[in-house]
């Protein structure tokens, strides 16, 4: 009985929040709030400058494998479990599909900053 209540409570505060989001920014519409603050003075160009998409790959895979390599900074603990063999394999596996990642990132020059 509990799960089902938990879960209607959850999607009633979760459709009331999204409601919530949905219609609160409709009430304060003026077009001082669009334009970009500079301290003070007015805009001396658009703040909507392009962006290098070759960037944001770079910075994506730079998060992927600054998380993958988080992962294995517990292993010198882990090695005191019982099941060693299982821990070692695990770690194993996550260096070789960190390492595959690398190597396909190579090929596919997505480390190349210049073209």
Not at 8 to 22: G, H, S
Not at 51 to 60: D, H, W
Not at 80 to 87: F, G, R, V, Y
Request: aromatic fraction near 14%; hydrophobic fraction near 55%.
């Amino acid at each position: 009985m509990n799960f089902p209540l938990t879960l209607a409570i959850n999607t009633l505060m979760v459709m009331i929040l999204v409601m919530i989001a949905f219609w609160l920014p409709q009430l304060n519409v003026y077009t001082e709030k669009y334009n970009p603050y500079e301290c003070g003075f007015d805009p001396m160009g658009s703040a909507r400058l392009p962006f290098s998409m070759k960037f944001f790959l770079v910075a994506i895979t730079f998060l992927l494998f600054d998380l993958e390599i988080a992962l294995l900074l517990p292993l010198p603990w882990a090695t005191q479990t019982n099941n060693l063999k299982l821990t070692l394999t695990t770690a194993l596996a996550l260096i070789s599909i960190l390492a595959a990642g690398l190597a396909y990132e190579w090929f596919q020059k997505g480390l190349e900053w210049e073209e």
